[in-house]
């Protein structure tokens, strides 16, 4: 790009809109044009996070005083709550139809209309799932590239999907159960009894058993990537652990045939030998610190000789992989840049 993209941030006073705003000001070709917030609306970012002092940001702004044509935005980037996105994103395409929109919510991840309304309810805007492309970099770059509307993966899908994909690929996923834990900043600034510190701090909580909305996220990926496009009930259960930021999904994988520890390797390295943010281990990944704010997951796949099972990994931060990161590495593709640029 010969000139910076204008980009704007909805929702820059969550811990994810945070999160994009210190990548885009790292970022080389990019502008930081907007920024929202309504209950802090005139006021500048450094009020909600001290870190941005330094620099030169448009003050936070309520979305319905934005004037959308006037300022001519390259993309936007919505970490706004689910369900309000998509009346938003109408909105200003209305305005500005060459904008391109990178959404953080849920709202377009499910392509499914009838699983979208089964988990989250009626989708007020069909016609626009359509568009959109399921922004999980690794699997669907070539789509993303020319896409106007992306829609960015979940945090536990990126680590649960990265981990299975390549049997997923290879037709050999008959049954999966994925044990997915998490810091607590997943559940961003609004807190409950779950994330209070009292319940948080020294412990380790299930939640939203057999009811976790990432989970038709995960099933309808792992269908796409099947040969057969077969269906596949997944037995998902996230975990709330005492840390800030970091993810691990532990997968367990009934498998359709035998699967080698040989060919198991084989088919990891191929499936993630080129790829910029995929770290293919040797052994289990020693944790999430290592992960911490970068872009990367490491992941390792092993055979269970005893069960005839197959473990897979994949440790994020869910920050940055498994949110705002994404995000970036979504845009780079979407303006034709590098694809680890503002990420390295």
Not at 138 to 161: D, F, K, M, Q, W
Not at 250 to 266: F, I, P, Q
């Amino acid at each position: 790009m010969s000139a910076k993209a204008k980009i704007g941030v909805l929702g820059a006073s969550g811990y994810t809109g945070a999160e994009l705003v210190r990548l885009l000001l790292r970022h080389p070709h990019v502008e930081v044009a907007l920024l929202t917030a309504d209950r802090r609306a005139g006021k500048p970012m450094a009020d909600v996070f001290p870190q941005f002092a330094p620099f030169d940001l448009p003050p936070l702004t309520a979305l319905a005083d934005v004037d959308w044509a006037a300022l001519r935005l390259d993309l936007v980037f919505c970490a706004l709550p689910h369900g309000t996105t998509q009346e938003v994103i109408s909105d200003l395409l209305k305005h500005v139809p060459s904008m391109k929109v990178v959404d953080l919510s849920a709202d377009f991840r499910i392509a499914d209309p009838a699983a979208y309304e089964r988990w989250y309810g009626e989708h007020p805007r069909p016609d626009l799932m359509s568009e959109a492309v399921y922004g999980l970099t690794e699997l669907h770059r070539e789509r993303i590239a020319g896409a106007a509307i992306v829609a960015n993966p979940g945090c536990y899908p990126t680590a649960s999907l990265l981990a299975l994909a390549p049997l997923a690929r290879a037709g050999l996923i008959a049954d999966v159960v994925i044990d997915a834990k998490q810091g607590i900043s997943g559940a961003g600034r609004v807190f409950d009894e779950t994330t209070h510190l009292s319940m948080a701090g020294e412990n380790i909580v299930p939640y939203k058993v057999a009811a976790h909305r990432h989970t038709p996220e995960i099933e309808e990926q792992l269908a796409r990537l099947d040969p057969a496009h077969r269906e596949l009930k997944v037995q998902f259960q996230a975990h709330l652990v005492p840390l800030d930021q970091g993810e691990l999904a532990s997968c367990y994988v009934t498998t359709t045939r035998a699967v080698g520890a040989d060919e198991l390797r084989e088919m990891y390295r191929e499936a993630y030998e080129e790829e910029p943010f995929v770290e293919l281990l040797a052994d289990a990944p020693s944790g999430v610190l290592e992960v911490r704010e970068t872009n990367y997951c490491r992941v390792f796949a092993a055979a269970d000789e005893h069960t005839g099972k197959v473990i897979a990994f994949g440790a994020i931060d869910n920050l940055w992989k498994g949110t705002s990161s994404q995000a970036v590495q979504n845009l780079n593709l979407m303006f034709g840049l590098p694809e680890t640029a503002g990420l390295q």
